[in-house]
């Protein structure tokens, strides 16, 4: 018995041990094989400190290609405080360097902690880190770093945006497509005991990858005219802001966008919020004025509810509607005129006559399908919904308002939107400002936008009637001063009267001007605001057509748009510079040519009889203060 139990206890002993042996060798086994990866990182990480290397953000371009934002190369300063050993010599030195103050850099160097950023050692100059480098100290690193730059300054502020000092994207399109341009962070690694020094282990270097590029619609060349005539306007006129769009009217692409306050995007925290983040071209809300009467035209042709050029209407200066009276902006009225006249000479009360009879139900239905009321969809932030009165609360006087453009609020960028529906035939497309983003690595596009339909709105008769009305506007109507010879331009002006406080404020208005060319094809259209200028005649006519000529000026420039045949004569005023098509007088003799040429100055080259050569050439339309050179055989 006795034995038997020996024998039991050297068995269970042994199998104890067999049971053991496997378990050390499965753990042994399990760290070194499954385990190892992990362990070794957890160990890695024990003795390893990582500086972040911020990647590069990838480039915003304009159609063109050229730079909008890009990243500069900078160096940033960061120091492991255990590594320093005489604190006061480095803080010191490095305070020299940069120019601040010894506490500064002290509380740094100084710090129980495994690593610290120099604030003032951030976005350093080559110059700057090379005099840090040669000084040699232990515990002071150097990491390549990059900064934003934006090259065009506060021009764009608003739609690019700016970045944070973590290189996050803040605002405008560096915020909604961060996600592109931010790249992949880098490291530079080095290793440590737990006292902090320095283990003779090589560091390790994880080059950052940059971000994706962001190509535009815009051009830049274009934008700059637009800036520099929105500046002229607030000096000029001591406006309180100023706002222009460019469209491409056939597919929604902005080709240039500005506004008055902006803001520099490096320097974006010594601007107030409001200046930041208001995107004026799309947030702000106003009553648009006559401009708004396109769409109360294009509404009346599409119905048919009048002839434009056969029914008339008789201005005597005011309508009365609901116990109320509206004026016309004329004193006295335009007398009896066609309907085309009235929106020549955007007479109040005839487009109260044409929104009567629409009513108010097809006319709505018309301001909403054109995209009033709601976004537009424009990919930038910020974008405002204007404001729409209630067809159940809209009465006659409601009805009359909302037809000439006053009582409504819209958004610039509704505007353009919806005037460009109008005159490409009809189709209300959504504007963008983004065409692609670039992996730069790859070279693919990994985001495309192309124009985008929502709906047609009405017919294309209905919209080659109402840019000959508007061409007429520019022609013959309140729009004169956006006429450019040799080119056919439509448009129409808009003088709106600010609200306050539910109170219409005293001589303190909008005043806008939509127009476009050409007219018969249009291949650009020009939104121009300009709130509140002082020491002028407040009518859109007198202030924002000019400067939307000369954008539409340099429109043509840019953009190669040709000169075209068959427009409009201008009707000009005993004020104006007159022009006039230039007859060809080519094979003329020189006194038939002279007759021919009696309302401009002539001059001869040559002492032949019969003119061979003229300059500036025939059929184009010229001031009658030009010199004609004729060159004779």
Partial sequence: MFFNDIHIRIRFVIIVMIIAFLLIIGKVFYIQVISYNKLSKITEDLWSRKMTINAPRGDIVDRNGNILATSIVTTTIYVVPSQIKDKEKVSKDIAEILNCSYDDVYKYVSKHSSMEIIRKGMDLDSAVADKIDKLGYDGVYLVVDSKRYYPYGDTLAHIIGFVGSDNQGLSG???????????????????????????????????????????????????????????NATDKYNADAALSIVMNPKTGEILAMGSLPSFDPT?????????????????????????????????????????????????????????????????????????????????????????????????????????????????????????????????????A???????????????????????????????????????????????????????KVISPETSATARFALESVVSNG??????????????????????????????????????????????????????????????????????????????IETLNIKEQSGGMLKEYSYLDVKYLVVPDVVGMSKSEATKALKDFKVKYSGNGDKVVYMSPSANTFQSVETTITLLLN
């Fill in 478 to 555: 309140t729009g004169k001063n956006a006429y450019i010879e040799n080119y056919r331009v439509g448009g129409k002006t808009g003088t709106a009267q600010k609200v306050k406080d539910g109170k219409y404020m005293v001589g303190n208005y909008t005043l806008s001007f939509i127009g476009f060319l050409p007219a018969n094809d249009p291949e650009v259209i020009v939104y121009v605001a300009i709130d509140n200028p002082k020491g002028v005649t407040q009518y859109g006519g007198t202030v924002s057509a000019p400067i939307a000529r000369s954008i539409l000026l340099s429109a």
């Fill in 173 to 231: 399109l560096e915020l909604t497509y961060d996600s592109y341009l931010k790249g992949t962070n880098g490291e530079l690694k080095y290793y440590s005991d737990g006292k902090g020094n320095k283990l003779e282990i090589p560091d390790s270097y994880v080059s950052p990858t940059k971000g994706m590029t962001l190509k535009l619609t815009l051009d830049i060349e274009l934008v700059k005219a637009v800036d520099n005539e929105l500046r």
């Fill in 267 to 399: 320097n974006y925290q010594n601007y107030s919020e409001e200046i930041i983040n208001r995107n004026l071209p799309i947030w702000m809300t106003f009553e648009p004025g006559s401009t708004f009467k396109i769409i109360t035209l294009a509404s009346t042709i599409e119905e048919g509810t009048v002839d434009l050029f056969k029914d008339t209407f008789t201005d005597t200066g005011a309508i009365s509607v609901d116990g109320g009276t509206l004026h016309c902006w004329k004193h006295g009225g335009h007398g009896t005129q066609t309907y085309l006249e009235v929106v020549e000479n955007s007479c109040n009360p005839g487009f109260v006559s044409l929104g009567n009879k629409l009513g108010v139900e097809k006319l709505m239905s018309y301001i909403k399908n054109f995209g009033f009321g709601s976004k537009t969809g424009i990919d930038l932030n910020g974008e405002g919904n204007g404001i729409l009165f209630k067809e159940e609360a809209m009465g006659p006087l409601e009805l």
């Fill in 401 to 455: 308002t909302t037809a000439f453009g006053q009582g409504i609020s819209v958004t610039p960028i509704q505007q353009i939107t919806a005037v460009s529906a109008v005159i490409n035939g009809g189709l209300l497309y959504t504007p963008y400002v983004v065409t692609s983003v670039t992996d730069d690595i790859s070279k693919a596009i990994v985001f495309e936008n192309k124009p985008k339909l929502k709906r």
